[in-house]
């Protein structure tokens, strides 16, 4: 089993940034791909961006494309999501979520956490 826990959420005004945290554990020697997702209220959950584990090669959606980086730590147990210049649209439940293969759809990424909030204010 893999375990992923979220930190880092909040409340900010627009304009403002967050960092999000991933934290790691558990069975992950089958984990290739990292990812993060969003659900805003009555919307489907969609990528936010991920990265490969091993290329460190990274996808970002459209939408927070120049506004939100994700990395990961050396030691691969911490993947962060930089998130800058936040618009009321980024609102959010953020989740953190872990593949065995190269994943970008939600249905191929098959451990999650339980989510951390992000409200941004206009």
């Known amino acids: 089993q893999v375990q992923l826990v979220e930190s880092g959420g909040g409340s900010v005004q627009a304009g403002g940034s967050l960092r999000l945290s991933c934290a790691v554990s558990?069975?992950?020697?089958?984990?290739?791909?990292m990812g993060w997702f969003r659900q805003g209220l009555g919307k489907e959950r969609e990528v936010v961006a991920a990265i490969h584990n091993e290329t460190r090669h990274t996808y970002h959606a459209d939408s927070v494309k120049g506004r939100f980086t994700i990395s990961q730590d050396n030691a691969g147990t911490t993947v962060y999501l930089q998130m800058n210049s936040l618009k009321p649209e980024d609102t959010a439940m953020y989740y953190c979520a872990a593949a065995p293969g190269y994943a970008l759809l939600a249905k191929e990424f098959r451990y999650w956490g339980q989510g951390t909030q992000v409200t941004v204010s206009s």
């Open positions: 558990g069975y992950t020697v089958d984990i290739r791909s």
